[in-house]
């Protein structure tokens, strides 16, 4: 049974720093592709980045120069760090992987004030 946990999400100042945890359970992250993708009130889901097996690193527009997504394969864990945060990245989080199907974590808040 694969089971994605995230934490690490919170209440930052707008230009503050946030880094966000997935820890995997039943699949191998460095077999798979892997990301995050948030999702705003009354928003759409939406991706933010992801990580190939080969780590190829992939961002959405918003986010990229900002944000870093990276993997250590000995804890399973797939990390999202999150700088110069904005009021506009105010979403619930969640973190992704892939085998057969799409895999979903249960999501952690991350609510930046201005």
């Known amino acids: 049974q694969v089971q994605l946990v995230e934490s690490g999400g919170g209440l930052v100042q707008a230009g503050g720093s946030l880094r966000l945890s997935c820890a995997a359970s039943?699949?191998?992250?460095?077999?798979?592709?892997a990301g995050w993708y948030r999702q705003a009130p009354g928003a759409q889901r939406e991706l933010v980045a992801t990580?190939?097996?080969?780590?190829?690193?992939n961002y959405a527009d918003s986010v990229k120069d900002r944000f870093t997504i990276s993997r250590d394969n000995a804890k399973n864990t797939v990390y999202l760090q999150m700088n110069s945060l904005k009021p506009e990245d105010t979403a619930v989080y969640y973190c992704w992987t892939s085998r057969g199907g799409d895999y979903w974590g249960q999501g952690t808040q991350v609510t930046v004030s201005s």
């Open positions: 990580i190939s097996p080969g780590s190829t690193t």
């Open positions: 039943g699949i191998a992250f460095r077999l798979r592709a």
